[in-house]
Nanobody, 123 residues
Framework: QVQLVESGGGLVQAGDSLRLSCAASGLTFSMYAMGWFRQAPGKEREFVALINRSGENTYYTDSVKGRFTISRDNAKNTVYLQMNSLKPEDTAIYYC????????????????WGQGTQVTVSS
């Protein structure tokens, strides 16, 4: 049974940092590209960042470029999202997701999803 478990969310002030983690089990982690998505209240889920299987290639939505960094540790079956210079508009539930083989920013292509972790940024 595949499980993705996010952690690291919380309530912070604008300008602060958070590091999200997503621990995967039940799959051969190194065979999966990983993505982070988020959903704010009243809005659709949106792509945030992705990383390929080896960790060599990453891609970000424009609004987080230069502030967020996605990384992975295949030995620990974990993907991370380092979020710096947080803004109130970053407030959302953050989800990690896995996709077999190749990476994409399209959420419908992902095979497995975590339950999400809440990030709230106050102004």
């Amino acid at each position: 049974q595949v499980q993705l478990v996010e952690s690291g969310g919380g309530l912070v002030q604008a300008g602060d940092s958070l590091r999200l983690s997503c621990a995967a089990s039940g799959l051969t982690f190194s065979m999966y590209a990983m993505g982070w998505f988020r959903q704010a209240p009243g809005k659709e889920r949106e792509f945030v960042a992705l990383i390929n299987r080896s960790g060599e290639n990453t891609y970000y939505t424009d609004s987080v470029k230069g502030r967020f960094t996605i990384s992975r540790d295949n030995a620990k079956n974990t993907v991370y999202l380092q979020m710096n210079s947080l803004k109130p508009e970053d407030t959302a539930i953050y989800y990690c997701a896995s996709k077999y083989h190749s990476a994409t920013s399209y959420s419908t292509a992902y095979d497995w999803w975590g339950q999400g972790t809440q990030v709230t940024v106050s102004s």
